[in-house]
């Protein structure tokens, strides 16, 4: 089983569409959840943490289920700059220390006019 | 807004050939990490490095792989023998502590073609 699974999409929706992606984490062990945003040919970006409360930033909510190890990222109104692939990120601290990112394949999302 | 810089943006190198990829981190960053990304695929760990020494690394990093950090400012990942398979993006990270809710922040890349 992937470490970290998403649906690769593409999801296409038109402006102004409400859009939800999913994400599942093998290692209940995991400590803590990213959604990244990535465009074409560009680095990662930190799109928002998600936290076990679930957590908004304008447009934007996150959620987690930690018993079904589940994380979702929730586009309301979307816009055409929203166009990019959201990357699923899962940290897990070992007793070794290793604090490194495990990424997702990621979802692309092309919003349309 | 401090970032991470990576230099050379895009390297070509023939194969067998080494190859040294150049970042500077954030200033005031302690803990070092170098991703690559295959074109099509995920981001993948490398390794990740602290007080000077490497504190974990994947089985991609292998003996052909190395990490240095020769001055206040720079983190070098040198590839000794490139192969047709290192050809990827390889970012290079930074972040602040090692909580685990530290963000990690991601240089622009370079992009390796081995030919």
């Known amino acids: 089983r992937k470490e970290v699974e998403q649906d690769p999409g593409p999801f296409n929706v038109p402006e102004g569409a409400t859009v939800a992606f999913n994400c599942t984490y093998s290692?209940?062990?995991?400590?803590?959840f990213f959604w990244y945003r990535q465009d074409c040919r560009k680095e990662p970006k930190l799109l928002m943490s998600?936290?076990?409360s679930g957590n908004e930033d304008g447009r934007f909510t996150a959620q987690l289920n930690r018993a079904s190890q589940y994380i979702s990222l929730l586009i309301r109104d979307s816009k055409l700059s929203d166009s990019a692939t959201y990357l699923c990120?899962?940290?897990?601290?070992?007793?070794?220390?290793?604090?490194?990112?495990?990424f997702g394949s990621g979802t692309r999302l092309q919003v349309q006019p | 807004e401090p970032e991470v810089t990576q230099t050379p943006s895009h390297q070509v190198t023939q194969m067998g050939q080494e190859v040294i990829l150049r970042c500077v981190p954030i200033?005031?960053?302690?803990?070092f990490y170098w991703y690559r990304q295959i074109l099509g695929q995920k981001v993948e760990f490398l390794v990740s490095?602290?007080?000077?020494?490497?504190?974990?690394k994947s089985e991609i990093f292998d003996d052909q792989f190395s990490v240095e950090r020769p001055d206040g400012s720079n983190f070098t990942l040198k590839i000794r023998s490139t192969k047709l398979e290192d050809s990827a993006m390889y970012f290079c990270?930074?972040?602040?502590?090692?909580?685990?809710?530290?963000?990690?922040?991601f240089g622009p890349g370079t992009r390796l073609t081995v030919l």
């Open positions: 490095f602290y007080n000077n020494e490497i504190s974990e």
């Open positions: 990120v899962v940290n897990l601290i070992l007793d070794t220390g290793r604090r490194a990112l495990t």
């Open positions: 200033s005031n960053h302690l803990y």
């Open positions: 290692n209940s062990a995991s400590q803590s």
């Open positions: 990270a930074s972040s602040v502590t090692v909580d685990r809710t530290d963000t990690q922040y």
């Open positions: 998600v936290y076990s």
